[in-house]
């Protein structure tokens, strides 16, 4: 049973730091890529960013383009999002999903963790 679960999140002032995870099991992680989205109230969800399974590429949005970064350990089968300089419009939901990479780009992963929160608030 293919599972992702996400940590990390939670209550963060302005310039500050979080890391999530992205834990999966059920599936080896090495031959999906894994995206990063967020929703905030009242908003769609958006697409932050994905790494690829076989060469390592990635995508950031422009909004968390040079302040969060994607990171992959396959021997954990755990996916990481490092945010840094954090502003309270990155307050959301935050979601893994694994699937081929079309998909993940696309936001139409097959499969999604059930997300974790973070607020960015002083």
């Known amino acids: 049973q293919v599972q992702l679960v996400e940590s990390g999140g939670g209550l963060v002032q302005p310039g500050g730091s979080l890391r999530l995870s992205c834990a999966a099991s059920g599936f080896t992680l090495d031959y999906y890529a894994i995206g990063w989205f967020r929703q905030a109230p009242g908003k769609e969800r958006e697409g932050v960013s994905c790494i690829s399974s076989s060469d390592g590429s990635t995508y950031y949005a422009d909004s968390v383009k040079g302040r969060f970064t994607i990171s992959r350990d396959n021997a954990k089968n755990t996916v990481y999002l490092q945010m840094n300089s954090l502003k309270p419009e990155d307050t959301g939901f935050y979601y893994c999903?694994?699937?081929?990479?079309?998909?993940?780009?696309?936001?139409?992963?097959?499969?999604w963790g059930q997300g974790t929160q973070v607020t960015v608030s002083s």
């Open positions: 999903a694994t699937d081929l990479w079309a998909k993940v780009v696309a936001g139409a992963a097959d499969y």
